[in-house]
Every structure is written in structure tokens, then in C-alpha cells.
């Protein structure tokens, strides 16, 4: 099954300026590329990617893109390894100076993904 992305996301991702259109573009195609399956529509006024249960949302912020997850267990390893990268109890805050660490990024969307509850 092929996941979906609505005319609104599509939307979305075109609107934001291009100095950040780059990174949210890669973390949208990120996800893509990890769950085929996913849907994709906007909840909250942001991309939010969602198979079964499950789910993360990416949005452009005033400072940074945020990747949110709501629950410290997907990002407790994140944090641990990146602690120079801003983050809250279940989001991460990607600044456009960070050297963006995709393989952690990765490991945090699969856990949000297959492990939606603690």
C-alpha cells in the first residue's frame, strides 16, 4: 500500500521560505522513504505523518524546524547522543547552523513509528 499526501501538505512545503524548504523537504522525504505506507495531512498547522496508530509532524518554526514525536522515550537516545541540538520532552528544534544528524533522526522516527506507546 502507498502512503498519501495531501493537496494541503504539498501546499505547506512549497510556502516555506527556501533557506528552510532544504532541510524540511529532506526530513518530509525522510519519512517517505522509511514508511512508504504513511499518510500524510496536516494536523495541528503541520505535516504530520501517521501509520496506524502511530505518528511525528514536522513543522518550520520561527528559529528552527521542529520534528515532534510527544514522547520523551522516542528522543531519550537522541538527546543523549546530540545533546548540542536543542530538544523538549518529545520534539526536536533543528537549527539551520546544525550539523544535522540523520542517522539519529532516523533512529528517532522508526522508534516513534513502530514503538507509538511507552
Known amino acids: 500500500m ?4 495531501s493537496k494541503a501538505v504539498e501546499t505547506y512545503l512549497r510556502s516555506v521560505p527556501q533557506a528552510r524548504r532544504t532541510l524540511l523537504g529532506e526530513l518530509h522525504e525522510m519519512v517517505l522513504r522509511l514508511y512508504p505506507q504513511v499518510s500524510v ?10 501509520v496506524g496508530e502511530a505518528w511525528i509532524a514536522i513543522a518550520n518554526q520561527k528559529h528552527y524546524i521542529s520534528m515532534y ?8 537516545r537522541f538527546k543523549q547522543r546530540c545533546p548540542q541540538i536543542k530538544s523538549g520532552k518529545g520534539c526536536i528544534n533543528l537549527k539551520m547552523t546544525d550539523d544535522i544528524p540523520w542517522s539519529e533522526l532516523e533512529f528517532v522516527v522508526k522508534h516513534a513509528i ?4 511507552p
Open 41 to 50: 495531512d496536516m494536523q495541528y498547522k503541520m505535516p504530520t505523518y501517521h
Open 114 to 117: 513502530d514503538h507509538p506507546k
Open 69 to 76: 514525536t510527544c514522547g520523551y522515550h522516542h528522543i531519550e
Open 2 to 5: 502507498n502512503g498519501t499526501v
